[in-house]
RNA sequence: GCGUGGGUGGCAGAGUGGCCAAAUGCACUUGGCUGUAAACCAAGCGCCCUUACGGGCUACGGAGGUUCGAAUCCUCCCCCACGCA
């Protein structure tokens, strides 16, 4: 079929990349990462990202793309991804996206349309003084059909959407555009029942601190980051940057990660559960 | 053994006569998300009935008591912490 790309979603730890790489040797395939943090070439550990050994000689694609020190949007994402799938179609190999970033994911292959509006820093430092409910006010006094759908307690969204009708006057209609899903997806879910699920998290929670997921942290430290940036790097970050500020014990540091990451496989299936093209595979 | 401070919902921790089924945080459950997405946000969270408004029952270490009314005051008892022996 033409432009075939399968998609490889699934929660945390579930086996993804490894049952992509495996995928892509049968078929002729190359990965293409669909993970947030990966793309950051100082998050290596506590991303779990693959090796180059894991990779097998199977080439994939967004890993490493910037620096944490610089911020990377969805759009970005696209751009990469879109560009890498076109590149491995016109090889004639299968392009196969794993990842456990729903938003990226869905972005892409279902065609999102973003507001052409780059993040304003400036701004957004502004507007992130106000209070909630007083940015809520001036959104629906500026943009009342956005006010109507958006989240009213959500900072984050709220000064986005200010940010954007700075820049256009209002927020467009969000939505799909079908010319922009031009692929033919095959959608696998990969799954796995609860205890072993989080079996495999504690593992490789203790995996990540073997290989020096305290070291990588303190380097992102050193590096320049704040703390603040360094807790929104993922709870594999937040809880070792806590613990060298010796505001917790190594014990619950583990523990949290832990609780975290079921917590968040919890928050992944939720965005996959209402889609229907998704054919899962529950492994054991 | 004397002294002082304490024992509150899964945990931490407010409350010190009515506005308390009990603040707040965490955990837990459910859900949301259009340029930071492993981030960010929301709702629920003693039990029972009710679509809802609401109502009923049981609860603040235990047992009694004072009071119209007690998690809050009094008495005794049981535990805990620190202090003095």
Redesign the pocket.
Same mark, same amino acid.
């Given at each position: 079929m033409k432009n075939q790309v399968v998609a490889i979603v699934g929660p945390?730890a579930s086996g993804k990349s490894d049952y992509a790489v495996r995928l892509a040797k049968k078929i002729g395939g190359e990965i293409i990462s669909c993970?947030?943090?990966?793309v950051y070439k100082e998050l290596t550990i506590?991303?779990?990202k693959i090796s180059p050994m894991e990779m097998k000689g199977i080439p994939h694609h967004c890993i490493n793309l910037t620096s944490v020190k610089k911020?990377?949007?969805?759009?970005?994402?696209m751009k990469c991804a879109d560009g890498s799938i076109t590149s491995i179609l016109s090889r004639g190999k299968v392009p196969i996206l794993v990842g456990?970033?729903?938003?990226?994911m869905q972005?892409l292959l279902d065609g999102?349309?973003?507001?052409?509006?780059?993040?304003n820093l400036k701004l957004?430092r502004k507007l992130?003084k106000e209070s909630?409910e007083k940015l809520y006010q001036i959104l629906q006094k500026k943009d009342p059909a956005r006010a109507r759908?958006?989240?009213? &307690?959500?900072? $984050? =969204?709220l000064?986005?959407?200010l940010?954007?009708i700075e820049a256009l006057g209002k927020v467009p209609e969000?939505?799909?555009d079908p010319k922009l899903s031009k692929y033919n997806v095959k959608y696998i879910g990969i799954k796995r029942n609860a205890e072993d699920l989080s079996k495999r998290i504690e593992q490789r929670t203790k995996k990540m601190l073997d290989r020096g997921l305290i070291r990588e942290t303190k380097k992102l430290r050193d590096i320049g980051l704040t703390w603040k940036?360094i807790?929104?790097?993922?709870?594999?970050y937040?809880y070792p940057a806590l613990y060298l500020q010796k505001k917790i014990s190594k014990k619950e540091m583990i523990e949290?990660i832990n609780?975290?990451?079921? &917590?968040?496989v $919890? =928050?992944?299936m939720?965005?996959w559960?209402?889609d229907k093209r998704i054919k899962w595979l529950v492994r054991v």
């Open positions: 945390t993970d947030s943090r990966q506590g991303t779990a911020v990377f949007t969805v759009m970005d994402f456990g970033t729903g938003f990226y972005s999102l349309i973003f507001p052409q509006v780059p993040p957004r992130e909630a759908t958006i989240e009213r &307690k959500n900072k $984050r =969204r000064i986005r959407a940010e954007i969000l939505g799909r940036r807790y929104e790097l993922g709870f594999e937040k949290s609780r975290e990451s079921i &917590k968040y $919890r =928050r992944q939720l965005w559960k209402k």
